[in-house]
């Protein structure tokens, strides 16, 4: 992995700072929010994609840079431009590995993707957390329905409900994966933020979180399973995300899911160092009102984007609207004019 000093060297050469991602994801809400904030924009696109984002007006970055493949980040040129890369999604999944490497500052902390990426180091810090999360399996263990997911950020994509042994081994050829208990219950994604320095909401540790909003995924079979039975269809349930909608959760549940914020933030610090800014735990709500952590994911999450004005949640916080892009760019801006942009870029 890039060294942190590496990172400092190219920071200290920057007169200013623009924000910069992949055209993917949730970009038009990143560039959004830096325009709200006077900040201006880089958007890294392939060829046949920017004609959609130059479409959208405001959400259009101020300049592109073409690639062939989001693999191929062009570090060098971005440095030149004094960009701040935003991870997302599409990061995770498209650059892989060689995003620990890259040689270009990122906002939040570049181990933090390590971790989502791994399922065992991200059910490790779940665990650690003390925040329960569904039973693991061993292949010879499976005795009822499971769900067996692979390494990455694939959006659900390929995740598979096997109900046996046997079924696992005809169906699961890859070499790694996780098999974790099938719960049946309320899915709820929510969008925590945490800042060292904007002393703002929820207190942990070492600093504060905000919960900007909460959603849910829709997703390809997996949601419309029900329908299908009742015309005597029997699909295979699949859980490639589609969209998401938002979701306003119960009252009364605020207190656990904040405390969930928090202990996913506190121990972040104890295992890699810190988690900067946005995060999702993927949780899941059971009849009896227990919930349970299933992932986390480490950077802004594509649920955000149904909050492009602001949430039920962060209308508690600000005056005027604020989405998760704004955020960033409201924090970076903050760091930059304290001098701390070193703490939160990595």
Known sequence: MLQRDKVEDILSDYKGFKIATICSHSSLQIFKGAREEGIKTIGIVQR?????YESFPLGCPDEFIEVDSYRDIPAE??????AIIIPHGSFVEYVGEEFDDLEVPIYGNRASISYERSRERMLEWIKKSGIKTPRLYKPEEID????VKFPGAKG??????VRSEKEFRERVKEKQYIIQEFL????????????????????????????????????SSADEIARAFSLGMSPKMTFTVIGNEPLVLRESLLSDYMEIGRKISEKSFDLFG???????????????????????SARIVAGTNVFPEGSPYSVYYYDKPMSVGKRIARELKMAAR?????????
């Open 48 to 52: 046949d994609k920017r004609k959609l």
């Open 274 to 296: 810190g988690l900067f800014g946005p995060y999702c735990v993927e949780t899941i709500i059971t009849e009896e009102l227990e919930i349970y952590a299933f992932e986390v």
């Open 184 to 219: 049946i219950g309320v899915r709820a994604y929510p969008h925590f933020f945490f800042s060292p320095m904007e002393k703002l909401g929820y207190k942990t540790r070492e600093g504060w979180i905000e919960l900007l909003g909460v959603d849910r995924r829709v997703e």
């Open 144 to 147: 009822g329905p499971v769900m």
């Open 77 to 82: 040129k971005l440095v030149e431009k004094e």
């Open 156 to 161: 659900g994509r390929g995740y598979i409900i």
């Open 338 to 346: 304290k001098k701390r942009l070193a703490e939160i870029v990595f």
